[in-house]
T-cell receptor, first 110, second 115 residues
Framework: NAGVTQTPKFRILKIGQSMTLQCAQD?????MYWYRQDPGMGLKLIYYSVGAGITDKGEVPNGYNVSRSTTEDFPLRLELAAPSQTSVYFC?????????FGPGTRLTVL | TQLLEQSPQFLSIQEGENLTVYCNSSSVFSSLQWYRQEPGEGPVLLVT?????EVKKLKRLTFQFGDARKDSSLHITAAQPGDTGLYLC???????????????FGKGTHLIIQP
């Protein structure tokens, strides 16, 4: 099992550009999550999904969108990148409450 | 919003010493988890504590959940350089069905064990 995979590992965006962060899991977990981790700030929940076709906002959803068309995939979309979105993004899947994290995507918006 | 406060924020000690880090809240949590995160990687679960007063041991690491389920501690005996990392505590929000809605994380304790 690969567990939770994320692509890309690093990305630099210009202000106003869009991109999609990919996340996939092969553990057949229903629950999936997106967090962002800023220096010294811990992890904050952006969006989560309890199953295919079901998504909901977390603590910091503004500027992001998600979709969940399959159990395996949970992409995170940034439509108009802003410097405040510079962060490390982690995807996780869960057999609640334990969460399994991917390796992260380090995003810089300039 | 249920907050988890971790202390200390940074800790640097010599190999072989003992240490304790803390995770505190003014709110009751149904369970608390401890994760360790190494640079460039995602957090990895160490333990979940569920019952007030519960103590769990993982080799040289001892985890305790407070009787009132508002706090937890992590004690490391004879710390090794391999223990270096960011230690995060996390718990499901009160409204959550056991954590399916995501976790609330503390800011973490950065631990450095010097050889």
């Amino acid at each position: 099992n690969a567990g939770v995979t994320q692509t890309p590992k690093f990305r630099i965006l210009k202000i106003g550009q869009s991109m999609t962060l990919q996340c996939a899991q092969d553990m057949n977990h229903n629950y999936m999550y997106w967090y962002r981790q800023d220096p010294g700030m811990g992890l904050k929940l952006i969006y989560y999904s309890v199953g295919a076709g079901i998504t909901d906002k977390g603590e910091v959803p503004n500027g992001y969108n998600v979709s969940r068309s399959t159990t395996e995939d949970f992409p995170l979309r940034l439509e108009l990148a802003a410097p405040s979105q510079t962060s490390v993004y982690f995807c996780a899947s869960s057999t609640a409450p334990q969460q399994f994290f991917g390796p992260g995507t380090r995003l810089t918006v300039l | 919003t249920q907050l988890l406060e971790q202390s200390p924020q940074f800790l640097s000690i010599q190999e072989g010493e003992n240490l304790t880090v803390y995770c505190n809240s003014s709110s009751v949590f149904s369970s608390l988890q401890w994760y360790r995160q190494e640079p460039g990687e995602g957090p990895v679960l160490l333990v979940t504590v569920v019952t007030g007063g519960e103590v769990k041991k993982l080799k040289r690491l001892t985890f305790q959940f407070g009787d009132a389920r508002k706090d937890s501690s992590l004690h490391i005996t004879a710390a090794q350089p391999g223990d270096t990392g960011l230690y995060l505590c996390a718990g499901p929000p009160r409204y959550s069905g056991g954590g399916a809605d995501g976790l609330t994380f503390g800011k973490g304790t950065h631990l450095i064990i010097q050889p």
